[in-house]
């Protein structure tokens, strides 16, 4: 596995590099994906896709979650994208193949992306995963790392607790800290030198993961990796940009939730607008 497993000769030949990049997440965990892609990207449009009214996907069937990820995928096609990504580890670990299969743009997924950050910052090969506990039993960042480096050695932590934590904005709560500690002690007894913060809410639990890992465990943001990764594919495949003018933001959803524009600018890190509800 490469860090383009998606791309194909002559794949970029009939897309536009002034298109959008399609983003696509279960609820709003992805916006840190696109805040990211913001930051790294800024003449980059984004369309950006979060399934309000069908979160949480960990509790779904592999059935189900395959084919709300197709349905989604084949919108935002629609939308004619340049560049799918997958910033949902759940969505990733179950149907990142199947999207890859539908889909005439390439795809990256954040699980991809953050296996090979977690073994460019690691010295040892001991790596720390933490995630939701459907992306922690589906094995898929075992599967990634080892993909790249069999010698690796992880050591993986499912933290059911954290997403509530965050959506609740209890991001350097007492109640988090002693979450995190427990959920980290195995983890750390393990000698790990990385960290892979397996799921797209954890980003905003950095300051205090940091904290909680010490200064010697690099922590592996997943949204951050997407986004270099991201910067590299549109460089090698003549996708960037070229009009240095500001970009459109557009924001899909299947349901506004009272609490949406509260959480989803805290996680976007800025104001929320150009939200559309899709009816399904």
């Keep these: 596995m490469g860090a383009f497993p998606t791309t194909l000769p002559g794949m ?6 002034r298109g959008a990049i399609g983003v696509f997440d279960s609820g709003v965990g992805g916006l840190t994906v696109v805040r990211a892609l913001m930051e790294r990207l800024p003449f980059e449009s984004i369309h950006y896709f979060g399934d309000t009214a069908r979160v949480p996907y960990g509790v779904k069937s592999v059935q189900t979650i395959a084919h709300y ?6 919108f935002l096609l629609e939308k004619r994208v340049k560049l799918l990504i997958i910033a949902c580890n759940t969505m990733a670990a179950v149907a990142a193949q199947l999207v890859r299969d539908l889909s005439p743009t390439p795809v990256l997924d ?3 992306a953050g296996a090979v950050s977690a073994l460019a910052a690691s010295r040892s090969k001991r790596i720390g995963v933490i995630g939701t506990p459907t992306t922690i039993n589906s094995n898929a960042y075992a599967r990634a790392i080892h993909g790249i480096d069999p010698e690796a050695r992880l050591t993986s932590q499912a933290c059911a607790l954290f997403v509530p934590l965050v959506e609740e904005g209890w991001l350097d709560h007492p109640v988090t800290r002693l979450t995190a500690q427990e959920y980290l002690k195995p983890v750390l007894a393990e000698n790990i030198d990385s960290l892979v913060l397996g799921c797209t809410h ?3 639990l950095k300051p205090l993961l940091r904290d909680v890992v010490g200064p010697d ?3 592996v943001d997943s949204a951050e990796a997407m986004a270099e990764q991201t910067a590299a594919l549109l ?3 003549n996708l960037s940009n070229p009009e240095r003018t500001p970009p459109t933001y557009h924001f899909w959803v299947t349901d506004v939730p009272l609490r949406f524009q509260t959480i989803g600018e805290r996680f ?3 104001g929320l607008n150009n939200v559309h509800v899709v009816q399904w």
């Design 268 to 270: 976007l890190g800025r």
């Design 217 to 219: 465990v690099a922590l």
């Design 69 to 74: 990820t197709t349905q989604i995928a084949e």
């Design 12 to 17: 970029s030949e009939h897309l536009d590099p």
């Design 202 to 204: 954890y980003p905003l």
């Design 110 to 112: 954040v699980i991809d």
């Design 235 to 237: 460089a090698q495949r």
